[in-house]
């Protein structure tokens, strides 16, 4: 007999990490390669790229010439996730990557937000 719950405890737990910074050894970074380097068994961190070019949110380009490839890259890995770290001090950075395509309500494609 197939067990669902079996079957999802198989796979790993998919986690995206963006970082808000674009320098490579900016603090926020070293977090994240942390969180990669510490997680348990069964946790899968991707460091998340391709943040450096995702351009600013805007509307009248989504609305003419759709989505950039580099920002359908970013926001298919982002909702390939189970997860989502960000590590930012930079919310407008942020939230002008996190606007395309998979914003509804007060969760990011159904995942909660934390802030810490």
């Not at 963006?18 to 069964?42: D, K, M, Q, V």
């Not at 009248?60 to 890259?73: E, W």
Request: charged content about 25%.
């Amino acid at each position: 007999m197939n067990n669902p719950d079996a079957t999802a405890l198989a796979q790993p737990f998919r986690i995206a990490a963006l970082c808000g910074s674009l320098r490579e050894h900016s603090f926020n970074r070293g977090l994240i390669r942390a969180a990669i380097e510490e997680a348990p068994e069964g946790i899968h961190i991707v460091d998340v790229p391709g943040l450096r070019d995702v351009p600013p949110f805007d509307v009248d380009v989504m609305h003419s010439a759709g989505a950039p490839a580099v920002v359908r890259h970013f926001v298919d890995a982002v909702r390939e996730a189970d997860a989502i770290i960000i590590a930012t001090d930079l919310p407008p950075l942020k939230w002008s990557s996190l606007k395309y395509d998979f914003r509804t309500e007060d969760k990011i494609d159904g995942k909660e937000e934390t802030y810490g």
